[in-house]
């Protein structure tokens, strides 16, 4: 089975503090994504990243950025955390599959406070 | 812009009945659609998924319904139990995007 796993379930911080979230996948997964879920939004895009060291924009991108060292990790860091940020944050990922974007896979999610 | 929507926010149903939630998309280049469960606390889980060539599939209890003449999708539950209460989630993808789109979800409420 596909394992996403997110460094945090629960995260409470301050604003203006730097805030790091860590994901990881054990399927050796080319692409790696990042979501933020909000009551009545969905599921919006931040940022995703196709390979180790490539990153592109997603749909909401601005007050966040991210890296990607290693194929399995992909990290979302919040330079300077506001409270417009709280927020359930998703990682998934997906294989390249056919050429098509494959199912991605998502983790259990970290609800970040920012107070 | 085009977008994956969802027909209904709320679908209360009764155990053992037959649930069907619907989800509408707009963009007919659209390749790709997959439902996702969401749990209270969990991230989303894969239940199931369908590509453009095809009409129909089936996994264990769900079956999945692609009209591309009308660009709807549906999920079809058989004999909805309790843990099937959650929020479901179509998603899309286009042709040659890394990227899905999500629906904003519909929560189905199992009543005993």
């Known amino acids: 089975d596909v394992k996403v796993t997110q460094s945090s379930r629960y995260l409470v911080k301050r604003t203006g503090e730097k805030v790091f979230l860590e994901c990881v996948q054990d399927m050796d997964h080319e692409n790696m994504f990042w979501y933020r879920q909000d009551p009545g939004l969905g599921l919006r895009l931040i940022y995703f990243s196709y390979d180790v060291k490539m990153k592109e924009k997603g749909d909401i991108p601005e007050g966040y950025s991210v890296s990607r060292e290693k194929k399995e990790r992909f990290s979302l860091i919040l330079e300077s955390a506001s409270t417009n940020q709280t927020s359930m944050y998703l990682c998934?990922?997906?294989?390249?599959?056919?050429?098509?974007?494959?199912?991605?896979?998502f983790g259990p999610g970290t609800r970040l406070l920012v107070l | 812009g085009e977008s994956v929507g969802l027909h209904l926010p709320t679908l209360s149903v009764q155990e053992g009945d037959n649930s069907i939630i619907n989800c509408a998309y707009s963009?007919?280049?659209?390749?790709?659609f997959i439902w996702y469960k969401q749990e209270s606390g969990k991230g989303p889980q894969f239940i199931i998924d369908?590509?453009?060539?095809?009409d129909k599939r089936q996994g264990q209890r769900v079956t999945v319904l692609l009209n591309k003449t009308v660009k709807h999708l549906s999920l079809q539950i058989a004999a909805t139990q309790p843990g099937d209460s959650a929020v479901y989630f179509c998603a899309e993808n286009l042709l040659g995007d890394y990227k899905l789109s999500f629906g904003a979800g519909t929560t189905v409420t199992v009543r005993a």
């Open positions: 369908i590509r453009s060539n095809m």
């Open positions: 998934a990922s997906s294989s390249i599959g056919t050429g098509k974007q494959e199912t991605q896979y």
């Open positions: 963009n007919s280049a659209s390749d790709y």
